[in-house]
């Protein structure tokens, strides 16, 4: 059973930093990706980033120059370095992670900005 696990969410004050974590385990069959998405206030879940074996990486646009993707293969690990943090970037951050045919959702983890 594929399991993810999220850390490093917490409180920030405006403009500061956070870097998320995301360890998956049960894995069977290999992992093609791995991914951030974000639900913040007043919006449905939406894309953060992706990063797939081969470190290609894909952005939201809005957030590309703030945050930066990365992954331990081996340790089947995804982090996001989150910089410059707004309250428009507080809400619960959720890992995914897709292996085959198959994609996974981690439980979230919340991220709270204070100004």
Same mark, same amino acid.
């Given at each position: 059973? @594929?399991?993810? @696990?999220?850390?490093? %969410? *917490?409180?920030?004050?405006? *403009? %500061?930093?956070?870097?998320?974590?995301?360890?998956?385990? %049960?894995? =069977?069959?290999?992992?093609?990706? =791995? %991914?951030? !998405?974000?639900?913040?206030?007043?919006?449905?879940?939406? $894309?953060?980033?992706?990063?797939?074996? *081969?470190?290609?990486?894909?952005?939201?646009? !809005?957030?590309?120059?703030? $945050?930066?993707?990365? =992954?331990? @293969?081996?340790?089947? +690990? @995804?982090?996001?370095?989150?910089?410059?943090?707004?309250?428009?970037?507080? *809400? +619960?951050?959720?890992?995914?992670? $897709?292996?085959?045919?198959?994609?996974?959702?981690?439980?979230?983890?919340?991220?709270?900005?204070?100004?």
């Amino acid at each position: 059973q @594929v399991q993810l @696990v999220e850390s490093g %969410g *917490g409180w920030v004050q405006a *403009g %500061g930093s956070l870097k998320l974590s995301c360890e998956a385990s %049960g894995v =069977m069959y290999g992992v093609n990706s =791995m %991914g951030w !998405h974000r639900e913040v206030a007043g919006k449905k879940r939406e $894309f953060v980033a992706a990063i797939d074996t *081969g470190d290609a990486t894909r952005y939201d646009p !809005h957030l590309k120059d703030r $945050f930066t993707i990365s =992954m331990d @293969v081996d340790k089947k +690990t @995804v982090y996001l370095q989150m910089n410059g943090l707004s309250s428009e970037d507080a *809400g +619960t951050y959720y890992c995914i992670l $897709f292996s085959g045919f198959d994609s996974y959702w981690g439980p979230g983890t919340q991220v709270t900005v204070s100004s």
